[in-house]
């Protein structure tokens, strides 16, 4: 994670520096340089509280004694200022007994750093404070508990260290919030009217949206038979009241921390796996332009035309990437075609267009074996299908062909017209457009031709990069 994307203006990070020591100062804006962060200074804990009202900062480092007004003083007030509450401090300072360390957490820092640790171990506690912060800023909590002083004592805590809270009396009044709301963790109490702590977890554990956020229980009866029942319905942890605000913030950060870890090892499971599936691609493509220089073009042209409609769609972005991969193979089954008939510069016998009739089943057959290709296999198989069902391979009509393959053969047949092969010429613009509105409605899908006019509008000069 580049800790510029956390930032949602995407202006630089901005750290605020309270340091009565100008060349301290200057020395912690060096070790942070490689951040890129814009920092301000502040010389003491009254002009650094004054700063970071004034200022949107993303991170404090402050000083512990300090003229004015002291780095645990300062740290206090920003805590109890509603607007500068979730901002994250880590205390810099030349004391590190344990009870000035303690006085720093009780105060509200996130971090404490000693002095003479500062060249080996403030980036790193810069990054992971940055880090964590705008996780936690990202994530929703919700408090469902009917008493409004356990939602406000709840809310009050989770919220300095930059939560975002929702909450909810009773376990129905919370099932209707989910309808429109997914938290990334829920703290509930058991003892509740209308719909109890146990019913709710019982509602949230059966469905599938919902199962696997965590959901800490609460409760002033703290009978071990009780915790166990509730851990047996799928609590993630039980927390008996009345409790320490500071105990549940710790539990709750522990578990989003175990899920963030989860979040960032799945991300890098997922690059590998387009890494794999874009070498894959790039190999298929490269065996088949091997033989054919008129693919070469071909393939990417359609798939650079499949992107721009499909995004026109209001599709998601893994939905465009998938159509996209698609339309830059849909052609890869070519591959088992022989030369003879691939390359042939003049017209083809009707037995030589029934192997070429074949290639949309051998690409398909191809992708299969990929398991990280086979969901863009009807894009493959598909794209010679007509909305009038005398296409190819099945002859399917209608709806009945998937729409990325549709689409996929409007960019096909709009770049093979504009495109010169070896057997005739390619035509203008103005007449492939011409060709494609006569056969829409009969050979392509009328939907998908109106996107396709749609696309070039939207992207004009596309007319002459995509012929």
Same mark, same amino acid.
């Given at each position: 994670?580049?800790?510029?994307?956390?930032?949602?203006? =995407?202006?630089?990070?901005?750290?605020?520096?309270?340091?009565?020591?100008?060349?301290?100062?200057?020395?912690?804006?060096?070790? &942070?340089?490689?951040?890129?962060?814009?920092?301000?200074?502040?010389?003491?804990?009254? @002009?650094?509280?004054?700063?970071?009202?004034?200022?949107?900062?993303?991170?404090?480092?402050?000083?512990?004694?300090?003229?004015?007004?002291?780095?645990?003083?300062?740290?206090?007030?920003?805590?109890?200022?509603? @607007?500068?509450?979730?901002?994250?401090?880590?205390?810099? %300072?030349?004391?590190?007994?344990? !009870?000035?360390?303690?006085?720093?957490? @009780?105060?509200?820092?996130?971090?404490?750093?000693?002095?003479?640790?500062?060249?080996?171990?403030?980036?790193? /506690?810069?990054?992971?404070?940055?880090?964590?912060?705008?996780?936690?800023?990202?994530?929703?909590?919700? /408090?469902?508990?009917?008493?409004?002083?356990?939602?406000?004592?709840?809310?009050?805590?989770?919220?300095?260290?930059?939560?975002?809270?929702?909450?909810?009396?009773?376990?129905?009044?919370?099932?209707? @919030?989910?309808?429109?709301?997914?938290?990334?963790?829920?703290?509930?109490?058991?003892?509740?009217?209308?719909?109890?702590?146990?019913?709710?977890?019982?509602? /949230? !554990?059966?469905?599938?949206?919902?199962?696997?956020?965590?959901?800490?229980?609460?409760?002033? =009866?703290?009978?071990?038979?009780?915790?166990?029942?509730?851990?047996?319905?799928?609590?993630?942890?039980?927390?008996?009241?009345?409790? =320490?605000?500071?105990?549940?913030?710790?539990?709750?950060? !522990?578990?989003?921390?175990?899920?963030?870890?989860?979040? &960032?090892?799945?991300?890098?499971?997922?690059?590998?796996?387009?890494?794999?599936?874009?070498?894959?691609?790039?190999?298929?493509?490269?065996?088949?332009?091997?033989?054919?220089?008129?693919?070469?073009?071909?393939?990417?042209?359609?798939?650079?035309?499949? %992107?721009?409609?499909?995004?026109?769609?209001?599709?998601?972005?893994?939905?465009?990437?998938?159509?996209?991969?698609?339309?830059?193979?849909?052609?890869?089954?070519?591959?088992?075609?022989?030369?003879?008939?691939?390359?042939?510069?003049?017209?083809?016998?009707?037995?030589?267009? =029934?192997?070429?009739?074949?290639?949309?089943?051998?690409?398909?057959?191809?992708?299969?074996?990929?398991?990280?290709?086979?969901?863009? !296999?009807?894009?493959?198989?598909?794209?010679?299908?007509?909305?009038?069902?005398?296409?190819?391979?099945?002859?399917?009509?209608?709806? %009945?062909?998937?729409?990325?393959?549709?689409?996929?053969? /409007?960019?096909?047949?709009?770049?093979?017209?504009t495109s010169d092969r070896?057997?005739?010429k390619g035509v203008g613009?103005?007449?492939?457009?011409?060709?494609?509105?006569?056969?829409?409605?009969?050979?392509?899908?009328?939907?998908?031709?109106?996107?396709?006019?749609?696309?070039?509008?939207?992207?004009?000069?596309?007319?002459?990069?995509?012929?």
């Amino acid at each position: 994670m580049h800790l510029n994307d956390n930032i949602k203006d =995407n202006r630089p990070i901005r750290i605020l520096v309270v340091e009565d020591s100008s060349a301290m100062r200057r020395g912690i804006a060096k070790l &942070l340089e490689p951040l890129g962060a814009d920092i301000l200074e502040a010389p003491d804990g009254k @002009q650094g509280y004054d700063l970071a009202l004034e200022s949107s900062v993303d991170l404090v480092i402050s000083d512990v004694d300090m003229p004015v007004l002291d780095g645990i003083e300062m740290c206090h007030q920003l805590k109890s200022s509603p @607007q500068t509450r979730a901002l994250p401090i880590i205390l810099h %300072s030349s004391f590190n007994a344990d !009870r000035d360390i303690d006085r720093g957490f @009780q105060a509200g820092a996130a971090a404490y750093v000693f002095k003479g640790e500062s060249s080996s171990r403030l980036l790193t /506690v810069v990054r992971r404070t940055l880090n964590q912060s705008s996780f936690q800023r990202d994530c929703t909590i919700m /408090v469902v508990d009917d008493s409004r002083t356990i939602q406000r004592l709840v809310k009050k805590g989770l919220s300095e260290v930059g939560f975002g809270i929702a909450t909810a009396s009773n376990g129905q009044e919370a099932l209707v @919030q989910l309808a429109t709301l997914k938290p990334d963790l829920i703290i509930s109490d058991i003892d509740m009217p209308v719909m109890n702590g146990a019913e709710f977890c019982d509602a /949230v !554990r059966s469905d599938s949206r919902f199962n696997d956020i965590p959901l800490v229980v609460m409760s002033a =009866n703290s009978e071990r038979a009780t915790m166990k029942r509730m851990l047996q319905r799928g609590a993630s942890a039980f927390i008996t009241k009345p409790f =320490n605000i500071d105990e549940l913030v710790m539990l709750v950060e !522990r578990f989003l921390s175990d899920h963030y870890r989860l979040l &960032l090892r799945e991300k890098e499971r997922l690059d590998a796996e387009q890494r794999h599936l874009l070498e894959s691609i790039t190999s298929l493509i490269s065996a088949l332009e091997a033989r054919d220089a008129y693919t070469r073009g071909h393939s990417e042209a359609v798939g650079r035309i499949v %992107s721009g409609m499909v995004e026109l769609t209001g599709a998601g972005q893994r939905e465009v990437d998938r159509a996209t991969i698609g339309g830059r193979l849909h052609d890869i089954g070519k591959i088992g075609v022989p030369d003879a008939v691939l390359l042939k510069p003049g017209k083809l016998s009707d037995a030589e267009f =029934n192997y070429i009739k074949q290639h949309p089943v051998i690409g398909a057959k191809i992708l299969q074996s990929i398991q990280s290709l086979a969901d863009i !296999r009807d894009i493959v198989l598909s794209h010679h299908e007509r909305i009038d069902g005398a296409g190819y391979p099945h002859g399917l009509a209608g709806a %009945s062909i998937p729409v990325a393959a549709r689409i996929t053969a /409007v960019a096909d047949c709009y770049h093979a017209l504009t495109s010169d092969r070896p057997y005739r010429k390619g035509v203008g613009a103005a007449k492939a457009l011409q060709i494609i509105d006569d056969v829409r409605g009969t050979q392509l899908c009328p939907d998908c031709v109106a996107l396709f006019h749609r696309y070039l509008e939207a992207a004009p000069l596309t007319r002459a990069s995509a012929a």
